[in-house]
């Protein structure tokens, strides 16, 4: 069983910075990648950001590219993502989720962590 609990949500002004922490548990977790979506209230969770589990390859959402950064502390099993230049819209709940093989979907998920920047 795969367990993911995110940190690292709160309240930042626009133009602020959070950084957002995925801690992942779970009897040889390895999967194939890991990946980051946030879900705004009365609209679909979308994807912000993803890596391997190896760190070697990142993507983004448009909305993402060049303000966030995903990136993986191999010692301890954690996924960051690193937010900076927040606007008003990127105010959601944020969600670590995992990719266990390649052909699968992300099929483990966190809790969420709130995100809300206000203007």
């Known amino acids: 069983q795969v367990l993911l609990a995110e940190s690292g949500g709160g309240v930042v002004q626009a133009g602020g910075s959070l950084r957002l922490s995925c801690v992942a548990s779970?009897?040889?977790?390895?999967?194939?990648?890991m990946g980051w979506f946030r879900q705004a209230p009365g609209k679909e969770r979308e994807f912000v950001a993803g890596c391997l589990w190896s760190g070697s390859m990142t993507w983004y959402a448009d909305s993402a590219k060049g303000r966030f950064t995903i990136s993986r502390d191999n010692t301890k099993n954690t996924v960051i993502l690193q937010m900076n230049s927040l606007k008003p819209e990127d105010t959601a709940v944020y969600y670590c989720?995992?990719?266990?093989?390649?052909?699968?979907?992300?099929?483990?998920w966190g809790q969420g962590t709130q995100v809300t920047v206000s203007s």
């Open positions: 779970g009897r040889s977790f390895s999967p194939y990648g």
């Open positions: 989720a995992a990719k266990l093989t390649r052909a699968s979907d992300f099929g483990s």
